[in-house]
């Protein structure tokens, strides 16, 4: 019987992310934790011609000691957006459903967010809908502490926990020999509608 799902907030997640989403009764992405540096919170993998590259989204150095997540701002003082979509757009212009979702996302990279919450969030609506999955989400009010009553994700990756997902193989650009744990948009740009079938 499928569980009530805690996720930490996530820049493009992999795949497993979204498989637990699908999975789930009702998913609350956590907003009042502390804000953990060098993890899928603001930062991505795509590949690229010479290995794995990691996309991070700047931040603003004075708001990420001991804040919580909803208030961590973007620099956007940097020129990371270009940045990304190029890197994107290098990675994924031969892959079959580039042309279909680049522009859409795009657009929201290029939003001028304040917020890296409000960012995360849009990119995750975006995702889902693009996948098929239609999925209340909700942020959590207050933080949760880890009581056994729901399924908690938030810190899966720095205490090398997983779900059990093991994401079967699909054709990538670059790669001849398959590479799990990158972000969503593979997956997307190199299955498309059929995006789902592999969650």
Same mark, same amino acid.
């Given at each position: ?11 493009? #997640? #992999? ?42 989204? #700047? ?10 997540? *909803? ?6 003082? *940097? ?16 892959? #079959? ?31 889902? *809908? ?70």
């Amino acid at each position: 019987m499928p569980s009530d799902l805690l996720l930490s907030t996530a820049y493009f #997640p #992999p795949a497993e992310y979204f498989s637990l989403i699908k999975n789930a009764a009702n998913v609350f992405i956590e907003q009042e934790e502390n804000y953990t540096r060098q993890t899928y919170r603001n930062r991505c993998r795509i590949p690229a011609a010479n290995g794995i590259l990691t996309l991070s989204v #700047p931040v603003m150095k004075g708001t990420r000691v001991k804040a919580p997540v *909803k208030d961590i701002l973007i620099d956007n003082s *940097k020129r990371w957006p270009q940045v990304h979509l190029r890197a994107m757009m290098s990675a994924y212009n031969r892959s #079959p459903y580039y042309q279909y979702y680049y522009e859409s996302i795009g657009k929201i990279i290029l939003g001028n967010h304040k917020y890296l919450l409000d960012l995360n969030d849009e990119l995750l609506y975006a995702c889902l *809908k693009i996948i098929g999955i239609d999925k209340c989400i909700e942020h959590t009010s207050q933080y949760e502490s880890d009581s056994g009553k729901i399924e908690d994700f938030r810190y899966s990756r720095t205490q090398k926990r997983t779900s059990g997902f093991i994401l079967k193989p699909y054709i990538q650009v670059f790669k001849s020999n398959f590479v799990d744990d990158l972000s969503i948009i593979d997956l997307i740009f190199n299955t498309g509608p059929e995006s789902v079938g592999w969650l």
